[in-house]
């Protein structure tokens, strides 16, 4: 393949809308808490690998032709696309629980036609006869036609009729326009109201499919070929650019993308980020040029080995040494580094999610699992010795931290023996909050340390030692929190519960944004009761403000359009801003 530089641009509503999203975010955390055995009536989405998930979480599916008595006593799913009430019924008749993931788009068609009907209209439903959303809103209704194609408007009764007309979500705008004004020419004397019932999903992708086929050579539409609302994507930009439908990775192997510089990426509302990402991770492969594959080898090991966030580590503890106006014990920094190195690392072993999640990063540790494990068995050993070597209080503590650690890897493995064990049980609870248990760690053993080596410290410099711990704690925490967001949907797939399970990840980025404003709280307290040196940690204003505005950039752009790396430099990034302001 000949290399040269491409630009990809993947469109910002690429990717799962939030209908699909909530069918395939409730169906998992069903299949996880259920004792029950689980069924969705129907392809929950229109995406075969998700659907192999689901099945791999024993999520089964029901299709038709099945004998309908092997739902008896099961846990039954309606999908995003709803069911008509008749099919309602034969469904509650045999399921033990019903849960509806209608989406809330079609749950409006479906109101507005059932209110309609009741109130004596013809309705008349543009969209695909044969789609299971379309089977279901005509089911609210007793007078009701669907329209699909010229043809159908022969179909239509002649006489003159109180008329309703309503779209599939997924159609698109013009096509539903053409038909309304058909139709209204055939009934000139009907009193005929148009509900467009079009989702604001579908809207928004079709309008930016058209700028992203204008803008670049070549339109790559991801998505499963069930997908209505994919093929109409690729249907708009096949009309403008050369367009390939991609449903698997593996078909970009049949594709030659090398005469064209912009590619763009755009995929339908049923395809998962992680997909996304992994399609364009390998056009970036594939037409690398031998240099720029060198370089990505080198961020890989940096980015993927927690190389360049460990240095991070190291560099924080002398700032953090700074605030507290103490000379600089370097023993301290390696055991601060080493300790994130070796837990980092160890869960990237003991993590499943990642084989869904972030399947390059998985790929790349098996790829030098001898490098990394020479790391992760180097970095222990360097924290131990070190801790031993400065005192018995800094081991302790050390072996506290790596047991929240350890813990917290451990609480992965789907089944171990340890399972009963009370200490098992306790790091089950925790796992959701990974982002304060390892920043509460992190900030135990730096700051305890210099604690036990400076027992005077919180005596004398109360509110430093405040601003010093909330610093350490909070940029640890906007790291593990920024991560958790961008891997929200592919973690909720994979099985992970993180943070964003309890927070809603947008909730979550803005408690990013807001926390350093904690170290400032104490700035301006210390201040005010005359207990802390403004001279001196003025500056740190900077990395301060400079975190929260990384939090912003971060979350604000779609962060899948954002490239791994950059995002991973992005949020290590605030650690080097201090210590760069400890300089000053």
Not at 187 to 210: F, G, P, V
Request: proline content about 2%; some cysteine; aromatic content about 14%.
């Amino acid at each position: 393949s000949k290399s040269q530089i491409m630009n990809i641009d993947i469109g910002k509503f690429a990717g799962f809308c939030d209908g699909v999203k909530y069918a395939v975010e409730n169906t998992f955390s069903q299949a996880a808490k259920s004792e029950n055995e689980i069924y969705v009536d129907g392809h929950l989405i229109h995406n075969p690998q998700t659907l192999d998930m689901l099945k791999n979480s024993g999520v089964n599916t029901y299709e038709d032709n099945e004998d309908i008595s092997v739902l008896d006593g099961k846990t039954v799913i309606i999908r995003a696309h709803g069911v008509s009430p008749k099919r309602r019924e034969i469904l509650s008749k045999h399921a033990k629980k019903l849960v509806n993931l209608t989406c809330k788009y079609v749950a409006k068609t479906q109101g507005l036609v059932k209110k309609y009907s009741l109130s004596g209209y013809r309705i008349i439903v543009i969209g695909n006869p044969a789609h299971p959303e379309i089977i279901g809103v005509c089911g609210f209704a007793d007078d009701v036609f669907t329209v699909y194609k010229d043809s159908d408007l022969d179909n239509l009764p002649n006489d003159e009729k109180k008329t309703l007309i309503v779209a599939q979500t997924t159609l698109q705008k013009d096509i539903f326009y053409n038909f309304v004004s058909k139709i209204k020419d055939k009934y000139k004397n009907s009193e005929i109201i148009i509900k467009d019932t079009i989702c604001e999903a579908t809207e928004q992708r079709q309008n930016e499919i058209l700028d992203i086929a204008k803008r670049n050579d070549v339109v790559l539409v991801i998505g499963g070929s069930e997908s209505s609302n994919t093929k109409n994507l690729y249907k708009i930009a096949s009309a403008i650019k050369p367009s390939f439908y991609v449903e698997y990775k593996e078909d970009l192997n049949n594709l030659d993308l090398s005469g064209y510089k912009n590619i763009g990426i755009m995929a339908g509302a049923s395809t998962p980020d992680w997909l996304i990402e992994e399609v364009a991770q390998t056009i970036k492969d594939k037409y690398a040029s031998p240099i720029s594959k060198f370089f990505s080898n080198i961020f890989d090991f940096l980015n993927y080995g927690y190389i360049f966030f460990s240095i991070g580590a190291f560099l924080m503890s002398y700032a953090i040494y700074d605030i507290l106006s103490q000379s600089f014990q370097y023993q301290i920094g390696i055991i601060t580094a080493s300790y994130y190195l070796y837990t980092s690392l160890s869960n990237g072993y003991s993590n499943y999610t990642i084989r869904i999640s972030d399947k390059k990063r998985f790929a790349f540790y098996n790829k030098y699992k001898l490098f990394f494990m020479s790391i992760i068995f180097i970095s222990c050993v360097s924290m131990f010795y070190f801790s031993y070597k400065m005192s018995v209080g800094i081991l302790m503590l050390t072996i506290l931290s790596s047991l929240l650690g350890i813990g917290y890897n451990m609480s992965f493995k789907k089944r171990s023996k340890f399972d009963n064990s009370l200490f098992f049980k306790l790091f089950k609870k925790l796992i959701p909050f990974k982002a304060i248990v390892i920043s509460v760690a992190v900030t135990i053993l730096l700051n305890g340390s210099i604690f036990i080596l400076h027992r005077n410290i919180i005596k004398e410099k109360f509110f430093a030692y405040l601003f010093s711990a909330s610093i350490v704690f909070i940029f640890m925490f906007i790291r593990q929190a920024l991560m958790e967001i961008k891997f929200s949907q592919s973690d909720k797939i994979a099985g992970a519960i993180t943070l964003t399970a309890y927070i809603e990840p947008k909730k979550l980025a803005i408690i990013t944004e807001l926390t350093p404003i904690i170290p400032i709280l104490f700035m301006i307290i210390g201040i005010a009761m005359d207990k802390f040196s403004l001279s001196n940690n003025i500056k740190y204003l900077i990395p301060i403000v400079y975190s929260s505005i990384v939090s912003f950039i971060a979350m604000r752009r779609n962060a899948i359009t954002i490239s791994r790396h950059l995002f991973s430099f992005l949020i290590d990034s605030p650690l080097y801003i201090l210590f760069l302001a400890a300089l000053i």
